[in-house]
């Protein structure tokens, strides 16, 4: 069967049972818009390449698949830049095609030519440039195997339009041959005998939880390895849900933004089982300074990241469920797990919890110490209340979106996540704009599930022009805008780190109108101004399920995210809101 | 070159690196040391005997982060199918040099005997100055290089070290490192 080059590439995503690709058209990509008519594969037309982007990883996040993204040369790749290096800091599984220029006219400065696959180099986890037509079905089996196995990440296919236009004889291939991949799986057995020692041993363990978690599916593993030997669990930024928060054994989220428990947790412990987890600099704080007593078992499926930042007295190198599940099998064949060795530590830590939850000035309605804006001004809209009651009025599985900033710290605290995949958010590049695009991708893909964003005010003008397409495409997400009307969490730094003096960060609580803007893209807007006006709003919102919703909550501006470890400091200098005593330095009774 | 700057010093590590045979693969390699802040010594590259492979044979600065951490980064290339470390005592290492030396008739018969000791060739001839060509261990051509210095050198170009691992037991007359005091 003769192909075009088009209709190949078309073709190899069918055969990747790709069910929708997000992007945008241009004159590179052109040959393939083509074929898309006739394919099954939904296209969904964004209103700018980053969009497409955001959406392909909110896509791949909630459904565990590669999110698919397409889009012009030039210009159209240069704009998914920043999707392809938010994702290869998630490892989020996602597949890029660009067009490029004719290959004769590379190298020429031809129109929106630009250097692919070198911009894309540090930000892909591999890229390739097409040659030759034949090659497109190898060349798109090896990107979607390499984009989804070992450590996911994003991947890059250049498709010249002349290599789009060229025919070939068809054929799919019926493995990869990569001679220089080959990602890890089982663990070694005498690493896992290693690590089942020091748990048996331990009597302050802390389970480190982070994404790999979820990249690999093990929450269920976690749990019963957290059930068999009573060790508590926190959950990273990149692995909230993947132990339940209602969980008696989960801590919560440790590192800059922690709770007090989960951060003063890892600095107790006696051993760390970091899985799926990398010791980023959000998390550790001053490394020197971090977990000083732990003994420390990574397991990781990225060789590079055991021992990159902390070198642990066992590394097990291998997919983390894996791993996990032969931990348990051999702590299980030990025999009985002695879970009152672990008493004390459990003791303490619930005294932790009791004396330093996560709190906030309460305004709500009925609360006894109402914070109001001024003399004869309504109660002040707390944003943490705000996302209590977001989550008090949504089902349990609701898939929570954010972007950047306070908002985003807020919305990992004071949601309690029951499931996996439910929470999408930038974590390792820290990308504003991220969520409403992410929110549609995701919604796209789990259609049964409702789907909210909690955006910032400076995040939501990023890229809510995607409301359109969500519109457009019946995309019925809903989006809770934190308008502090300021660059809060940049506001926040300046107010502690300089002197208050705050620079360009001052956004306007009018500027744009939000439910203006909602309207405008053909959405639902409504305004929150008081605290007694949530509940009804969100239920109002829930109600609306043919078109995306926007929520202006008009929140107070001075709000700050505590706790807070001050960047650089160690994670004992933690400081708690300041209605909380200020904990002793190194007690540990 | 001050002498912690010399290559088998403890901040130089040779690495050799088995890639694929494919556009952009060097790029791929440089273009990782650049962006995680690895410093390259040297690098040489050329086709293997299996033309679906090269080999890229680096001298790498481990001063600037652990050599552990170097490879494993380089091994989730995709390209990258092989990397072994090399010790300099474990392995062969050579290296070429052309060099232009400001030779009157006066200095010209010393150069040439120079380049006789080093086993080296006289590439051209000019009025006053000579080409020539050394290969060697890479001290040896340290040594040569500096031996050259005081005549002026005109233009110089080392290729980087290659280097392959020795076969067991072996000892070769290559070995026998050629060093200034030797010839004094
Ligand atoms: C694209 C991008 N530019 C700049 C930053 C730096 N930054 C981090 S948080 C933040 C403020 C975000 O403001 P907003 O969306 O209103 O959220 P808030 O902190 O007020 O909740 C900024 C500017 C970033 N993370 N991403
Ligand atoms: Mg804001």
Redesign the pocket.
């Known amino acids: 069967m003769e192909l075009t080059g088009a209709q190949a590439l078309v073709k190899s995503l069918e055969m990747q049972e790709v069910e929708v690709v997000f992007g945008l058209p241009g004159g590179a990509i052109l040959p393939v818009y083509d074929p898309i008519i006739d394919s099954p594969i939904r296209h969904i037309l964004v209103r700018h390449e980053q969009g497409a982007g955001h959406m392909a990883e909110g896509y791949a996040q909630a459904t565990g698949r590669p999110g698919v993204a397409m889009v012009t040369s030039g210009p159209g790749a240069t704009n998914v830049v920043t999707p392809l290096a938010n994702a290869y800091m998630d490892s989020t599984p996602f597949v890029c095609i660009t067009g490029q220029v004719a290959t004769s006219a590379i190298g020429t400065d031809a129109f929106q030519e630009s250097d692919t696959t070198g911009i894309t180099l540090g930000v892909t986890k591999h890229n390739w440039l097409v040659t030759d037509a034949a090659d497109i079905p190898r060349i798109v089996r090896e990107a979607f195997h390499v984009a989804t196995t070992g450590r996911p990440g994003p991947v890059l296919i250049d498709f010249p339009k002349d290599v789009a236009t060229d025919t070939m004889e068809w054929y799919w291939p019926d493995s990869v041959d990569l001679p220089g991949y080959h990602p890890p799986s089982h663990a070694d057995p005498s690493a896992i005998q290693a690590a089942a020692a020091l748990v048996l041993a331990a009597e302050r363990p802390v389970i480190y939880a982070g994404g790999g978690i979820l990249k690999s599916g093990a929450s269920e593993a976690l749990r019963e390895l957290a059930d068999l030997t009573g060790i508590p669990v926190v959950t990273t930024l990149m692995a909230r849900g993947s132990f339940p928060d209602s969980h008696p054994l989960c801590l919560g989220m440790p590192g800059m933004h922690g709770n007090y428990t989960a951060v003063t947790a890892i600095q107790k412990a006696d051993l760390l089982l970091a899985l799926g987890s990398r010791f980023d600099d959000r998390v550790t704080g001053k490394v020197s300074a971090f977990a000083p007593k732990a003994k420390v078992v990574h397991v990781d499926i990225d060789k590079a990241e055991i021992g990159k930042v902390r070198r642990p007295e066992v590394g097990i190198l291998a997919d983390c469920r894996l791993a996990i599940e032969a931990l348990v099998e051999v702590i299980r064949a030990s025999g009985p797990v002695d879970h009152s060795r672990l008493a004390p530590w459990i003791a303490t830590l619930h005294r932790w919890q009791a004396e330093y939850p996560c709190t906030y000035d309460r305004s709500e309605p009925g609360s006894a110490e109402v914070v109001t804006g001024g003399p004869g001004r309504r109660p002040t809209l707390k944003p943490q209340f705000v996302i209590e009651t977001l989550r008090a009025s949504t089902p349990p599985d609701t898939i929570l979106v954010s ?6 710290m807020w919305a990992s605290q004071y949601w309690s996540f029951e499931y996996p995949n439910t929470w999408i958010n930038s974590g390792g590049l ?4 991220f969520a409403v695009p992410a929110a549609i991708g995701a919604k796209v893909g789990r259609p049964d599930r409702m789907v909210w964003a909690v ?6 003008q ?1 890229t809510a022009q995607e409301l359109a397409t969500a519109r457009a495409e019946r995309v019925p997400v809903k989006i809770a805008i ?1 308008n ?1 009307a ?6 926040q730094w300046q107010h502690m780190f300089y002197e208050e003096r705050y620079s360009e960060v001052y ?1 306007s609580p009018d500027l744009p109108d939000y439910v203006g803007w909602a309207e405008a893209m053909g959405c639902v807007g409504l305004r929150v101004e008081s605290p007694e006006e949530v509940t009804p709003a969100i239920e109002k919102a829930n109600d609306v399920d043919d078109r995306p919703v926007v929520i202006d909550f008009r929140t107070d501006s001075m709000e700050q995210v505590f706790p807070m470890v001050p960047a650089g400091a160690s994670n004992d200098d933690i400081v708690v809101h300041p209605s909380q005593s200020a904990p002793v330095p190194g007690a540990l009774q | 070159m001050s002498p912690d700057h010399r290559p088998n010093g403890p901040r130089h590590r040779l690495l050799s690196v088995l890639v694929e045979n494919k556009a952009g693969v060097l790029a791929r390699v440089a273009g990782l040391f650049s962006r995680r802040g690895y410093n390259i010594y040297s690098l040489a590259v050329a086709p293997t005997d299996d033309e679906r492979f090269s080999r890229i044979s680096i001298v790498v600065d481990v001063e600037s982060s652990p050599l552990e951490q170097v490879v494993a980064q380089l091994d989730k290339l995709i390209n990258v199918v092989e990397i072994g470390e090399l010790h300099p005592d474990e392995a062969r290492e050579a290296e070429l040099l052309l060099v232009s030396v400001s030779a009157d008739a006066g200095q010209r018969s010393q150069v040439i005997q120079l380049v006789g000791v080093f086993g080296g060739r006289i590439v051209d001839v000019g009025h006053d100055a000579i080409t020539v060509m050394v290969a060697g261990t890479p001290e040896a051509v340290d040594d040569f290089e500096s031996l050259m210095r005081p005549y002026g050198i005109a233009g110089l170009q080392r290729t980087g070290r290659i280097a392959l691992p020795k076969l067991d037991g072996g000892s070769s007359a290559a070995e026998v490192a050629v060093t200034a005091t030797d010839i004094a």
């Open positions: 972007g950047v900033g306070q908002h985003q820290g990308t504003m704009g955006d910032g005010d400076g995040c939501f990023m934190l502090n300021y660059l809060g969490m940049v506001r956004l």
